[in-house]
């Protein structure tokens, strides 16, 4: 199993961003699907979530700005990231869990991409 992350990049307060995790090596439509985001010196914290049935999950502090989908024809989720912040400056990470209901929790998944790091300056 693999979950290759990409997208992230520097970017200006007030910018935007298309975060894109492929997977491989999984039934892919099977599977929960899970953005995380971990700031030095923080823990991992859940960002946004999409279930099998597309049905999505979002930290109260994001919704509005953050937008999670998937394409299951190309094994593919992704997080667009608007009106970014300071704040949203870190390393993102996509998750993987053959669940229902996706855990806000990084000890509820499995696999993990390997992060894609996301600088917002001020």
């Known amino acids: 199993v693999q979950l290759q992350a990409s997208g992230g990049g520097l970017v200006q307060a007030g910018g935007s961003l298309r975060l894109s995790c492929v997977a491989s090596?999984?039934?892919?439509?099977?599977?929960?699907m899970t953005w995380f985001r971990q700031s030095p010196g923080k823990e991992r914290e859940f960002v946004a979530a999409?279930?099998?049935?597309?049905?999505?999950l979002y930290t109260d502090s994001l919704k509005g700005r953050f937008t999670i989908s998937r394409d299951n024809a190309k094994n593919a989720l992704y997080l667009q990231s608007d009106s970014l912040k300071p704040e949203d400056t870190a390393v993102y990470y996509c998750a993987a869990a053959q669940t229902a209901v996706p855990s806000r929790r990084a000890s509820g998944y499995t696999y993990w991409g390997q992060g894609t790091l996301v600088t917002v300056s001020s």
């Open positions: 090596g999984l039934p892919f439509n099977m599977y929960s």
């Open positions: 999409i279930t099998r049935g597309s049905g999505t």
